[in-house]
T-cell receptor
Framework: SQQGEEDPQALSIQEGENATMNCSYK?????LQWYRQNSGRGLVHLIL?????REKHSGRLRVTLDTSKKSSSLLITASRAADTASYFC???????????FGAGTRLTVKP | NAGVTQTPKFQVLKTGQSMTLQCAQD?????MYWYRQDPGMGLRLIYY???????DKGEVPNGYNVSRLNKREFSLRLESAAPSQTSVYFC?????????????FGPGTRLTVL
């Protein structure tokens, strides 16, 4: 069974707008990661946030984690057409032997 | 420096045939993973190898076997393919450590079982 569940399933925005994707999970985690997948390609790691962290930034990406609500969000600011991809959250235990991926959010950024 | 390579890229099998998917890495990471990705389902872990010489079942191991040949290579074998195993298979690697670590993915193998 999948651990993370992304919301929304699909998101369409204009270039320059911000995109927010959410991830909810059910059990306690050690860390949560976000990945991007371009069509027909492998996944690319974006950010890892640990359970004792609340927020992390990487370039135009901002990730928050609320362990009390068992949820995380990924914000992409000033989106570009090249950000068009599917975005997945994955929850991990201490050694990430059994990471669980959600079904993903399909983001389309229109030029 | 290719990172993670997978062969073949595409494969079509008939029900009951067998095949081995190959994965190799040149990043010297200790852990290797096999996932399958079905439409609308995200990735599901089939098997993983925390280090050379060890393998463990993941979420969906039935119908598969694995071999960690050495630190670089991790193969996935389908002994008797079934249509339900039609999927895209991804190999991933990481340097396993407490607190989690990012995984690096190969380009995938698209398998169709008729």
């Amino acid at each position: 069974s999948q651990q993370g569940e992304e919301d929304p399933q699909a998101l369409s925005i204009q270039e320059g707008e911000n995109a927010t994707m959410n991830c909810s999970y059910k059990t306690s985690i050690n860390n949560l990661q976000w990945y991007r997948q371009n069509s027909g390609r492998g996944l690319v790691h974006l950010i890892l946030i640990r359970s004792n962290e609340r927020e992390k930034h990487s370039g135009r990406l901002r990730v928050t984690l609320d362990t009390s609500k068992k949820s995380s969000s990924l914000l992409i600011t000033a989106s570009r057409a090249a950000d068009t991809a599917s975005y997945f959250c994955a929850t991990g235990t201490q050694y990430n032997n059994d990471m669980r991926f959600g079904a993903g959010t399909r983001l389309t950024v229109k030029p | 420096n290719a990172g993670v390579t997978q062969t073949p890229k595409f494969q079509v099998l008939k029900t009951g045939q067998s095949m081995t998917l190959q994965c190799a890495q040149d990043m010297n990471h200790n852990s290797m993973y096999w996932y399958r990705q079905d439409p609308g389902m995200g990735l599901r872990l089939i098997y993983y190898s925390a280090s050379e010489g060890t393998t463990d079942k993941g979420e969906v191991p039935n119908g598969y076997n694995v071999s960690r040949l050495n630190k670089r290579e991790f193969s996935l074998r389908l002994e008797s393919a079934a249509p339900s195993q039609t999927s895209v298979y991804f190999c991933a690697i990481s340097n396993l450590k407490a607190g989690g670590a990012e995984q690096f993915f190969g380009p995938g193998t698209r398998l169709t079982v008729l």
